[in-house]
């Protein structure tokens, strides 16, 4: 295994539990999210990285135009409704309803982007 494998197996094992923990905080801050332990916000991060990966480009590009209408806004429809989809499928990781999953995809985002952004830094090839 070369060097730049071992780096990209640690970026996204770092990125994984850093998941899991924005999955913890949102749940610790918001009452409409609830993850029963951190063995279930690891399975849950790796179900909504699966999810946003292969599901949420199909979404966005069915409903292009609805969201050119909106501006971008419906993007946040489709986060919403991915986040509650994982809820549903796993046990130990509940959303109360839509408008939780709305505000905690919000949440679990922003803290997505700034560990993406504190991971680059780290693993940056110098």
Known sequence: MNHGAILLAMKLLAKWLLSAAALLF????YSGVQVNSFP?????????????????PVLVLLT????????????????????????QLL???NVSGFWAAMLGSVIYSVLG???????ERLFAKN
């Open 26 to 29: 949102v749940a610790y801050v």
């Open 40 to 56: 279930s916000a690891l399975l849950a991060a790796f179900v909504i990285g699966l999810l946003n990966t292969f599901i949420r």
């Open 64 to 87: 292009l135009p609805v969201t050119v209408v909106t501006v971008g806004l419906f993007l946040f429809v489709i986060n919403a409704g991915l986040f509650y989809a994982a809820a």
């Open 91 to 93: 046990e130990g990781f």
């Open 113 to 119: 982007i700034i560990s993406d952004s504190a991971l």
